[in-house]
C-alpha cells in the first residue's frame, strides 16, 4: 500500500508542476477557466457563499480536531498525527513556497495552487484513507469538491486550474505523508 501511495504522490507532484508551469506568472485565465466562468456566471452570490463554505477555516479546523480526536481516542496515534500534519504542511508548502514560485495573480492576489482548495482536499484526502466505506467517502468529497470549486470560480477567487493545481498538491501531500508514516501491524491472532 505505501508504494502506491507513494506513486499516487508523486504523480501528483509531477501533475501540479506541469499545470503551474503552463501558467506561471500569468494574470489571465485559460479557454478552461474562460469556460468555468461562463458555466457558472448565473449563479446567485448567497448560492455561491454557501457552496464555498467547505473551504472556509470555521467549517475545516474543527473537522480537523474531530478527525485527530477520533483517531486519538482510539490510540491510532499516526492517524491523529496525519489529521493535523496533512493540512498543516500542505498549507504551508503552498502559501509559502508554490504560490510565490508559479506567481499566477488574479485580482491582486497569487492564486495558484488554492488555498482554499489545498485545504479541503487535505482534508477529504485524511478522511479517505481513514474512513470507511471509502468509497461512499470518495463520492461525498467529489462532490464537495464540485460544489466548493463553483462557488471559488463563482465568486471569482480562483480559475478553475488553481482549483485542480490544489487538488493534486493536497493529494500528493496527504498520499507521501501516508506513505512514510510507519504503520502498526496487527498482531497474529491467538485463537
Known amino acids: 500500500m505505501s508504494r502506491i501511495l507513494a506513486l499516487v504522490a508523486?504523480?501528483?507532484?509531477v501533475?501540479?508542476?506541469?499545470?503551474?508551469?503552463?501558467?506561471?506568472g500569468g494574470h489571465s485565465p485559460g479557454a478552461l477557466d474562460s469556460w468555468a466562468e461562463h458555466a457558472i456566471s448565473g449563479l446567485g452570490r448567497t448560492t455561491l457563499d454557501v457552496l464555498v463554505l467547505p473551504t472556509e477555516p470555521f467549517v475545516l479546523i474543527p473537522a480537523i480536531a474531530i478527525i485527530a480526536g477520533v483517531c486519538a481516542y482510539r490510540r491510532r496515534w499516526p492517524d491523529?498525527?496525519?489529521?493535523?500534519?496533512?493540512?498543516?504542511?500542505?498549507?504551508?508548502?503552498?502559501?509559502?513556497?508554490?504560490?510565490?514560485?508559479?506567481?499566477?495573480?488574479?485580482?491582486?492576489i497569487l492564486v495558484y495552487p488554492s488555498g482554499h482548495t489545498v485545504s479541503l482536499v487535505?482534508?477529504?484526502?485524511?478522511?479517505?484513507?481513514?474512513?470507511?466505506?471509502?468509497?461512499?467517502?470518495?463520492?461525498?468529497?467529489?462532490?464537495?469538491?464540485?460544489?466548493?470549486?463553483?462557488?471559488?470560480?463563482?465568486?471569482?477567487?480562483?480559475?478553475?486550474?488553481?482549483?485542480?493545481?490544489g487538488a493534486f498538491f493536497a493529494t500528493a501531500v496527504v498520499t507521501g505523508l501516508r506513505a512514510v508514516t510507519p504503520r502498526r501491524v496487527p498482531a497474529p491472532s491467538a485463537g
Open 10 to 13: 508523486v504523480l501528483c507532484v
Open 15 to 24: 501533475a501540479t508542476v506541469a499545470l503551474g508551469l503552463v501558467y506561471a
Open 80 to 108: 491523529a498525527a496525519l489529521a493535523v500534519a496533512g493540512p498543516a504542511l500542505a498549507l504551508g508548502l503552498n502559501t509559502w513556497v508554490l504560490k510565490p514560485l508559479f506567481d499566477r495573480w488574479k485580482e491582486g
Open 122 to 165: 487535505t482534508v477529504l484526502v485524511v478522511l479517505v484513507l481513514l474512513a470507511r466505506p471509502k468509497v461512499l467517502t470518495v463520492v461525498v468529497g467529489v462532490v464537495l469538491l464540485c460544489c466548493a470549486a463553483i462557488g471559488m470560480i463563482g465568486l471569482g477567487y480562483h480559475y478553475l486550474t488553481d482549483i485542480v493545481g
